[in-house]
């Protein structure tokens, strides 16, 4: 039986592929096999909800989501609303919170959201 790997000689680079790009290739393909579930998902919430959920997208994870200064950041509608919506993000799973920072569940649909 040949062996399959390489164990003698100089290997070139082009040997190898570059993780990098094969990784975003990828990360690229996932959110473009999903896009239309995200998109049907999205299609569901109000405007406040897509609005919240695009603001959590950008900053990753966020905290202090009723703060002025966010909903400033983010041209939100009011403390009450932001409130509301990201209660029922929860309830959908679409948002989860941990230690008072709130962050997109799925983070392939975050990937998504961010393009």
């Known amino acids: 039986m040949e062996n399959p790997f390489i164990v003698v000689g100089k290997i070139k680079p082009e040997y190898f592929c570059d993780r990098q790009e094969e990784s975003q ?55 009450s609303s932001v409130q509301a919506a990201s209660k029922k993000l929860i309830t959908y799973g679409l948002l989860s919170t941990e230690n008072g920072a709130y962050y ?11 393009n």
């Open 25 to 79: 290739r990828l990360m690229r393909q996932m959110t473009a096999d999903n896009s239309y579930r995200y998109s049907d998902v999205l299609s569901r919430l109000n405007l406040a909800q897509k609005e919240l959920l695009y603001a959590i997208a950008k900053e990753g994870q966020a905290r202090q989501i009723t703060s002025g200064a966010f909903i400033r950041r983010h041209h939100l509608q009011s403390a």
């Open 104 to 114: 997109v569940d799925d983070q392939l649909m975050r990937l998504w959201l961010l």
